[in-house]
């Protein structure tokens, strides 16, 4: 396969999604459910109906969030029902390219104890293991359309706290990871992945996953003092004060990313783009803006796109009592994605 930055310097008239799917097409099929045509020139955006389960009533888990992601992004007309890509469901074959036989096999079939239960912050039903396998395949899909695409979005996933015999902090499968694993070991060469991870809780269970994967490079934006409290050591940590506000923020990823985009590498990005360092958010403790989630999505998708790397972007961790609050500030990602689309020529 040829690399993109050789493309790039003898096609440079074409756009960004064209020089893409040139280097990433492939025979394969996708891992959906249903694809949007391959003629459609708008931002792929993967969601699926059943992203969402039934919990307890007051449980603090915002379950309601994911279908008014979508609801709002085409109410508002930043996207129309023609650019839904649906995932399949990620079968126990491809989980267990990350989590161990016997962790999917406790977990599919319900043998969670409590304490297990606790440190997951879910209670055990079908319902839930049916919700992460079609949030993973949601990631997964994502990538595979970036890939050829150049960019695109899911209305889910994050899920980095899940480790490969345990899952934690409401992460039960590793999406991220599973997505990762996979594409590295269907590629002609193995690729190098880099995950940019702006939740603002460390992605503990995705360093440790990829602590000695030298094609995976980590590289984690967090708050300090917060969860998890024990930390995972990612390829790149950067441990942020409480109370950090928008300026100093992107200064921050702003010193990192492009280095990182220099030395690494990478053939895709993975970007969590949690919104809980918003200063509203219920289990946050930094006081990012709407603008400021805004310009950080921005900034990270335009300037690794303009690079000629693809990006697969999930939603990440949010937290609030209102769901149509919270949507809304998650439908950020896509709302900056679709600019970055117009603005890169894809």
Known sequence: MMCIKQIFSRTHHLKVGQVLEA????????HGEQQVSRESSALPIIHHSRYVCDLPPNHRFPMGKFPRVLHFLIKDQVITEEQVWVPEI?????????????????????????????????PW????????RYETGGTVLAAEVAL???????????????????????????DLAVA????????????KILIVDLDVHQGDGTAFIFKEEPCVFTFSVHCGK?????KQQSDLDISLDDGMEDKEYLSTVETHLPLLLETFRPDLVLYDAGVDPHWEDELGRLRLTDQGLYQRDLYVMKTVVSRGVPVAAVIGGGYSRDNDK?????????????QVWRDCGM
Not at 23 to 30: I, V
Not at 125 to 132: L, P
Not at 226 to 230: G, Q, Y
């Open 125 to 132: 039903s079908e319902g839930i293991v049916r919700r992460c």
């Open 90 to 122: 990620a079968s126990k074959e491809l989980l267990s390219c990350v989590h161990t036989e016997e962790y999917l096999n406790d977990f599919f079939i319900g043998k969670i104890n409590e304490q297990e239960q606790r440190r997951t912050g879910f």
């Open 23 to 30: 280097a990433f097409t492939s025979s394969r099929c996708f």
């Open 226 to 230: 917060n969860f998890p409290l024990r």
């Open 180 to 191: 990762a694993k996979y594409l590295m070991g269907v590629s002609s060469h193995k690729r």
């Open 326 to 338: 919270l949507a809304l500030r998650h439908s950020i990602l896509h709302r900056a994605a679709t």
């Open 148 to 174: 050829q695409r150049g960019l695109a979005c899911s209305t889910a996933g994050g899920t980095h706290h899940a480790f490969p015999s345990y899952g934690s902090g409401y992460c039960l499968l590793n």
